[in-house]
């Protein structure tokens, strides 16, 4: 039995949901003196592929290295290490593996064709010799791999339409038009559970009246609506807990003042009748639309709204979660990203060209980046599963790349070359393999190559404005 299916059918039991496929999480450690060392992808983790491998860089030329595949995460000190894969009978070690003249080491973890792996997640992580560390080991942040279907899926929602594609044909498509007569939304939440099986949308409309959640089947490349229900407010948002796989339904008035949201859990667990029963609620200040993300670990979720951010602490266990509220005076966009360590968020300001940094913990301003265009302003900001900070900016069509852990020149900030058609009105993602950045405008899906600059063009066939987009 090849590794990697060993490590597949131990993790059958520790099914998780709602998570990005390819998740960074989790501190550099070791204490030495060189760069960090990083983890990566080569390749998807997709049923049947192949060439799927773990890759190192940035450690002690020609030295050991050691790749720990577990089911599950942990936070333990080992040597002065903090090693996230949860160790025991479970977990495998692979090694030791030869790093390269550069530093470089790659794990093969060829995946086996079988539909039954589909949503299983692995956490790796890798440490590699280094002779200036107290422990003569370094390691580098954990990647939390959710396994994926063969083919990629595209979820696309529109003013009028819910759309599912494959990478270049449409599988299927529902109308969620309105029937109230109120043309289209002005915004439609979406989320769909990593194991492909369900998606949950979020209808706010252009009148203010009561937003709606809906969730539907979507695996077997059909679109079919399970169960709807009306929400409070006049807005509302939708998240996944990273582990639990539990639906976060955020929802309130849109006020520029201070205004109350309600939070309501629901189950997650796709293959349960429970699926989509609330667990739990709870209430918390804000104002204005909301935006809410988890940490990697989920253990906090963080609420944007117009002039605050909130922090919640969502561990297992927390049904009433303390929050940290950070005021906002400059505003707040609402389109940031969390770190993989958790320690901070990148944080755009409204219609401005800078970012900040915010401590997590404090809500202290740690540093601004100024971006090279003043008059542009921030369209998305996602963190990759190569621990790369991916920034696009309207109406410069600009993407650019920050990143906190290169090898050679520490923090740097470069950008692609892009055409002006790569301005879209959804959030641009991020492709698992952190080697596509997609869009979407009008009736097109936009596919950038981040390697080559080029951008792939298909046609939606829709009417009306792409608002959603979602890659699994």
């Not at 915004?187 to 949308?201: C, K």
């Amino acid at each position: 039995m090849r590794l990697l299916s060993l490590v597949l059918t131990l993790a059958l039991t520790a099914l998780a949901v709602g998570q990005e496929p390819v998740a960074p999480f989790g501190s550099l450690s070791g204490g030495g003196s060189g760069d960090p060392t990083r983890i990566s992808v080569e390749g998807e983790p997709r049923i049947g592929n192949s060439s799927f491998a773990l890759r190192l860089e940035c450690a002690q030329p020609n030295s050991n290295a050691f790749l720990i595949l577990s089911p599950r995460h942990d936070s333990v000190e080992f040597l002065g290490l903090e090693i996230l894969p949860k160790l025991g009978s479970r977990a495998v070690v692979v090694g030791p593996i030869v790093t390269d003249d550069e530093g470089c080491a790659v794990a093969p973890l060829p995946i086996d064709p079988l539909d039954s792996l589909v949503g299983t997640r692995i956490v790796a992580q890798w440490l590699s010799a280094h002779p200036r560390t107290p422990s003569g080991f370094t390691a580098t942040r954990a990647l939390r791999l959710t396994v994926m279907p063969a083919e990629e899926r595209v979820f696309v929602a529109s003013e009028l339409v819910f759309q599912l594609r494959d990478a270049t044909d449409e599988l299927d498509s529902v109308s969620i038009a309105p029937s109230d007569g109120v043309p289209g939304y002005q915004s439609v939440p979406l989320v769909v559970t990593s194991n492909g099986q369900a998606a949950i949308l979020i209808l706010n409309k252009r009148d203010f009246a009561v937003p709606e959640l809906r969730w539907y089947d979507v695996g077997a490349d059909a679109i079919v609506q399970l169960g709807s229900l009306d929400l409070d407010g006049t807005a509302a948002e939708v998240a996944v807990h990273p582990t639990t796989g539990e639906i976060y339904v955020v929802s309130g008035a849109i006020d520029l003042g201070p205004t109350t949201y309600t939070v309501r859990v629901f189950d997650g667990d796709t293959d349960s009748a429970a699926f989509m029963t609330e667990l739990r609620s709870f209430t918390l200040a804000g104002s204005s639309y909301p935006v809410v993300r988890f940490t990697p670990s989920g253990d906090q979720l963080v609420v944007s709204s117009f002039l605050v951010l909130t922090v919640l602490d969502t561990a297992p266990g927390s049904p009433t979660p303390d929050a940290l509220v950070i005021e906002r005076p400059s505003g707040v966009t609402g389109l940031f990203a969390i770190s993989p360590s958790e320690e901070t968020l990148l944080l755009p300001r409204l219609f401005s060209n800078l970012i900040d940094e915010i401590d997590l913990e404090t809500g202290e301003t740690l540093s601004t980046t100024t971006l090279s265009n003043s008059f542009s302003v921030v369209a998305s900001v996602q963190f990759a599963s190569s621990g790369e900070a991916i920034v696009s900016r309207n109406p410069t069509s600009a993407v650019e790349v920050l990143d906190p852990d290169a090898c050679d020149e520490g923090p740097t900030f470069t950008a692609i070359p892009t055409p002006t058609s790569f301005f879209s009105l959804a959030e641009p993602r991020v492709s698992p393999d952190a080697d596509r950045v997609y869009s979407a405008l009008l009736s097109s899906l936009r596919i950038l190559d981040r390697t080559t600059g080029t951008i792939t063009e298909i046609d939606l066939g829709l009417s009306d404005n792409p608002l959603t987009l979602r890659i699994l």
